[in-house]
């Protein structure tokens, strides 16, 4: 029997995956063969790996087939990872782009440890994620939608009455009443404002969909949690969860931070150290909620309204976290306003400090979870 590790690279596509295996030791890969990229022809292909007693290290790259490939693997048994595209080596001069060049180099460059994976989220979280994309979508179709009604108006010179502000309920009532000339164009006129009104529909359905995940979903109390910090309300704070998974997979706050890409690129060598722009790396979707939130800072520290409301139920030292989150962020946003900096670039630096403070709130939260209740006697 062969109880030896083999590392297989797997080149996935929609229809077919390229399998690639090393072997323990220094001697090249070799390509294995295409195979469709179905359930029963991957398990024929690990039964006929594994015949001889051998364990596997499988990995694929991340990339629109998800993490069902995964799932199935772990499901069997099988240690697999999904690597992050963008951080795998390569070399200078490499032209040449195959589905077999891709998973030989895969298979390579997993013996010798030289890859970086990504998080994989549970099925419950990507669920949520897929949702909160989809709100995210149906806002950007809304605001095309829009657009498009807008400048079909500009082209026609027709300006909306004096006082009405853009999309106001006045605005609406004009647009309901508004006749044109043509019956062609009163046509594309009453279309665009059909197609405006379903979107507006279908992203009100999916904000309701949120709010029930947030009352009453799996991570409904990391969602509750998050909400006591300023800025952060229930779009955000679902988002964020979405987005992140388990903020325990960062050991510190600076980590997360890096991982919203708000910290700034680093350049130094010898006596010389260079920061610049932030490096943008990691989850777009993250990061730019962590800035839209931190625009609230601006303001002086108060504890009314909205948030008040939201900070009911929680637990004193959250509620501490968020007040000092407050008084800091605001203090540093009025500070660095005075420098004479940029204020774009002075709610970027809110934003990576409060990526922190969101955090330390998600991993009091989780830690509280994960410790079991005490028995009572």
């Known amino acids: 029997m062969n109880f030896a590790k083999k590392y297989v690279g797997l080149d996935v596509s929609k229809e077919k995956i390229a399998v690639a295996v090393a072997d323990e030791g220094r001697e090249a890969a070799r390509y294995v063969g295409m195979f469709a990229h179905t359930e029963k022809a991957i398990r024929k292909l690990i039964q006929t790996l594994t015949k ?28 697999c990872v999904v690597i992050a595209p963008s951080l795998i080596p390569s070399r200078p001069g490499d032209r040449v782009k195959t589905d077999r060049r891709d998973a030989l180099k895969l298979a390579q460059l ?4 030289e890859l970086q994976s990504v998080y994989v989220p549970t099925e419950a979280d990507e669920d949520l994620r897929d949702l909160v994309r989809a709100r995210e979508d149906s806002k950007e179709n809304l605001l095309r939608s829009k657009n498009r009604l807008t400048k079909f108006l500009l082209r026609h010179g027709i300006s909306s009455p004096p006082g009405v502000r853009r999309w106001s309920t006045k605005y609406w009532g004009w647009l309901h009443v508004l006749k044109l000339n043509s019956s062609i164009q009163q ?13 507006m529909m279908r992203l009100e359905r999916l904000e309701k969909r949120m709010a029930q ?19 952060v309300a229930l779009i955000t704070a679902v988002t964020l969860v979405a987005e992140v998974g388990s903020f325990l ?34 989850n777009r979707h993250v990061r730019r909620a962590a800035v839209e939130a931190a625009w609230s800072y601006r303001y002086q520290p108060a504890l009314k309204g909205n948030l008040l409301k939201r900070q009911k139920g929680q637990s004193a030292e959250v509620c501490a976290m968020a007040w000092h989150a407050q008084v800091r962020l605001h203090e540093k946003y009025r500070t660095m306003l005075g420098r004479g900096m940029n204020k774009n670039k002075v ?14 709130i998600a991993c009091q939260i989780e830690k509280e979870q994960q410790t079991p209740a005490p028995l009572v006697s």
């Open 52 to 79: 001889e007693g051998a364990t596997l290290e499988v990995c694929y790259e991340a990339g629109p087939t998800g993490y069902e490939l995964y799932r199935l693997l772990t499901r069997m048994g099988i240690e």
């Open 110 to 113: 997993l013996r010798s440890g």
């Open 187 to 199: 046509t594309v006129l009453q279309e665009y404002i059909h197609a405006i009104q379903e979107e």
């Open 213 to 231: 995940e947030a009352q009453s979903g799996p991570r409904a109390s990391l969602i509750t949690a998050l909400q006591v910090l300023r800025g």
């Open 249 to 282: 997979r960062f050991p510190k706050g600076s980590s997360f931070m890096g991982y919203t890409g708000l910290v700034p690129s680093e350049y130094s060598t010898g006596q010389t150290t260079r920061r610049g722009a932030t490096t943008k790396a990691g």
């Open 347 to 360: 709610v970027t630096a809110i934003a990576r400090e409060l990526s922190g403070f969101i955090w330390a």
